[in-house]
């Protein structure tokens, strides 16, 4: 009785581990044709993005080619022309824009931006997908800032500025308060300009066409970022923007270093 019963149980054993094999195997094969399924779907769209990249040529601004400007007016500005086919792109820079930056509301660098579409069909301004690389600054490259989140960044700092100094600072030192309320009134208007600035100016975008050829404005850039160390003069930065089926790419310095300052001509009397 005993034999027999080893036997039984022995053969119980068995088809139970034979079980647990094939259940393993069959796991094994289902992760394998999962792994290479991922690797086929990773590879296509590797494939995809390598295509789309090699569909976008550069257009880069460089000072001697045929199709490029510079100059430097006497409103302070340095002004980088570019044209190539259908379209004429001008990029205006502060020459003092990085001494700007810490006067303003909030830390910023500006670029100011016309466009000019000369072709019959459509233009696209995609300035949501401008970016500026800050080339001394482990090449970070910031997008551009969107205008109406700038606008409630900036509301929202007066909101906590203005409950910080009257529901704080105020009633921690009353003997302060024309004082405080004065600086609050000070920063507050800083606050609002700039809220206009950008509500009114900034370049949001657009599409342009042959009855709506032309559009210009500001774009920002945020500076505040833990690899934007002190400022390494010359600063070199470099703005991209995707224009058609190219990248159209402006490097340039702060302060500028090429180019004669145009002087503007006094009207005649």
Partial sequence: MSGKYLMIRCFHESSHCGRRVQGALSLYTDSVFLLRGLMVIALLSACALAGSKQDLTAVRWAEDAANCTFRQADDGRSYYGISSGDFDITLAVDRQELEK?????????GVFLTFHYKGAGQFEVQQNRFTLEFVKHFQITPSSLDPDDLVKHLQDNIDALTDEIERHQVKKHPEQKEQKETELQARLKDYTEMMDFVSTR????????????????????????????????????????????????????????????????????
Avoid: C, Y
């Fill in 101 to 109: 930056i810490p006067h303003r509301a909030t830390p910023m660098l």
């Fill in 202 to 269: 900034a370049l949001r975008p657009m599409t342009l066409d042959s009855s709506n050829s032309s559009a210009s404005g500001w774009v920002f850039f945020g500076v505040k970022n833990k690899w934007i160390g002190p400022w390494r003069r010359p600063e070199q930065f470099i703005l991209r923007m995707p224009v058609e089926n190219s990248v159209v790419e402006f490097p340039f310095s702060l302060p500028p270093q090429a180019g004669k300052i145009e002087l503007r001509k006094r009207p005649e009397e």
